[in-house]
Nanobody, 128 residues
Framework: QVQLVESGGGLVQAGGSLRLSCAAS????????MGWYRQAPGKQRELVAA???????NYAESVKGRFTISRDNAKNTVYLQMNSLKPEDTAVYYC??????????????????????WGQGTQVTVSS
């Protein structure tokens, strides 16, 4: 079974930056569409950034212009660079695969049920 290990979270002041990493096991990573998701307390797990195997990217409206998703297939790793962080970005961040349809229509929907497996996530806390 593929394992996904997220890291890079922490406590940061509003306006600051963090870079999250997600290391994936498995030899077919380069062919996988990937996403970063987040879940704030009391809220649904949502897709915030997506990158498909061909390299195209898409973002939730709430993070456009501030977050950048990228991948390094040689390292089986996907990244999320988060700039200009806001207190409302506080959440546990997860990476996972991405249903291709979600790249176009998955924004604002609950992603919890898309997969049976989720990694442990990494906590991001933005103080005001």
């Amino acid at each position: 079974q593929v394992q996904l290990v997220e890291s890079g979270g922490g406590l940061v002041q509003a306006g600051g930056s963090l870079r999250l990493s997600c290391a994936a096991s498995g030899s077919t990573f380069s062919t996988k569409d990937m996403g970063w998701y987040r879940q704030a307390p009391g809220k649904q797990r949502e897709l915030v950034a997506a990158i498909i195997s061909a390299g195209s990217r898409n973002y939730a409206e709430s993070v456009k212009g501030r977050f950048t998703i990228s991948r390094d297939n040689a390292k089986n790793t996907v990244y999320l660079q988060m700039n200009s962080l806001k207190p409302e970005d506080t959440a546990v961040y997860y990476c996972n695969f991405l249903p291709l349809a979600a790249f176009f229509t998955g924004w604002g929907k609950s992603a919890q049920s898309w997969f049976d497996y989720w990694g442990q996530g990494t906590q991001v806390t933005v103080s005001s």
